[in-house]
């Protein structure tokens, strides 16, 4: 079995469960003979860039291949997979690893369909995605010295010494005030 995307497995979910009466789908080649009504899934082309300060974003484009006897019936398929994209708003949920939903969907931005020869209509599939950056897990600096001295210091001995340091001051005014 190929290794799949999540995304190309939940749009692969997805239309399996509009329910078209698709015999076969396939998954990197297409073998020379090959089921019809059939739905071949290739590799998306993919155009990544930075989306925010803690995460990615990657554009995608893959284009769905309806293969049937003729273009008309070929044609029909691929529509009932635009449409059934339509309504759900373009948005299609995404699938964990054990065939459950996440509560996740990624949005199609753009959906078409042509026909390209006999018996074979292509649909076009914009969608993004957004992927967090892998964050690497750091220890933090307990102490730091600088050339042999420290540089943190206890916040709880500042406190006290800060009341005593507050309480003397105030005294001293006012015994400077009655002066």
Do not use: C, W
């Not at 291949?65 to 273009?71: A, G, H, N, R, Y």
Request: hydrophobic share 30%; glycine share 8%; net charge negative.
């Amino acid at each position: 079995m190929a290794k799949l995307t999540q995304a190309v497995a939940s749009l692969y979910h997805f239309i399996s469960g509009l329910n078209l009466g698709i015999a076969k789908s396939y998954f990197g080649e297409v073998p020379e003979s090959f089921a019809v009504p059939s739905v071949f899934y290739p590799t998306p082309e993919t155009d990544n860039r930075g989306y925010s300060t803690s995460g990615y974003e990657t554009d995608s484009i893959i284009f769905l291949k309806v293969f049937d006897k003729t273009s008309m019936e070929s044609n029909y398929i691929a529509q009932q997979i635009v449409e059934g994209i339509m309504q759900a708003r373009r948005n299609i949920p995404i699938y964990g690893d054990d065939g459950t939903p996440t509560g996740i969907d990624y949005h199609i931005y753009k959906v078409n369909s042509r026909n390209l020869e006999t018996g074979v209509t292509q649909i076009e599939i914009s969608y993004k995605t957004q992927t967090s950056y892998v964050v690497p897990e750091v220890t933090t600096a307990q102490n730091i010295y600088i050339e042999g001295l420290p540089t943190k210091i206890n916040i709880e001995e500042d406190e006290e010494d800060g009341e005593e340091d507050g309480n003397n001051s105030q005294s001293s005014g006012e015994e400077s005030g009655e002066s």
